[in-house]
């Protein structure tokens, strides 16, 4: 297969003439690649849900059933600094407070999700931790073939922002394909 540079080369070589090399070098990664072309194959998809992501829209569960036989991992993540914040600085009570507030919230996001995966007959499974989030989103996407969260993730957008500071970080750090709702 011929690569997708040189095609470009041989259709625009009497164009531009020798300036094209350097139009070439400079946009280069506007260009897709030969790999980028390839339609990625989906085995295995990681939902990521946290306080600020809300509800996931019946939307993002029709392009998830786009994928049958993948998995899908759905993690509702709460932010261990911010507990940690909480216990050093309003004491062990009130970080405890915190913790269950936000566990109930996750399991009523997470029964929300596993409700719609299971009417489209999508293999999952369903997990609560504490981590730092975009340590754990960038660890945990490299096991997987596609991720998904919400613009909101992380912190509240701001009418500046329609992305999060933290979903701009993840999706500028990672490599695998990302839905962001």
């Not at 261990?80 to 600085?89: C, K, N, P, V």
């Not at 009523?108 to 754990?136: C, H, N, P, Q, W």
């Not at 992380?154 to 979903?167: A, F, I, L, Q, Y």
């Amino acid at each position: 297969m011929v690569n997708f540079s040189e095609l470009v080369l041989r259709k625009f070589r009497n164009i531009a003439g020798s300036r094209y090399e350097e139009i070439l070098k400079a946009y280069q990664e506007f260009f897709l690649t030969e790999e980028e072309l390839q339609i990625p194959v989906v085995t295995s998809i990681l939902l990521i849900l946290d306080r600020f992501s809300g509800r996931v829209p019946n939307e993002v569960f029709d392009v998830l059933s786009a994928y049958p036989g993948a998995r899908v991992d759905v993690v509702y993540l709460i932010d261990e600094g911010l507990f940690a914040l909480i216990r050093d600085t309003l004491g062990e009570n009130e970080a405890e407070e915190f913790r269950r507030k936000e566990e109930a919230l996750g399991r009523e996001m997470i029964t929300l999700a596993e409700r719609a995966l299971s009417e489209l007959g999508l293999d999952y499974s369903v997990e609560i931790t504490f981590a730092d989030k975009v340590e754990f989103v960038e660890r945990e996407s490299e096991e997987r073939d596609l991720l998904v969260l919400s613009r909101h993730f992380g912190s509240e957008s701001v009418k500046t922002h329609k992305v999060s500071p933290v979903v701009f970080r993840i999706v500028q750090g990672i490599k695998k394909p990302v839905i962001v709702y």
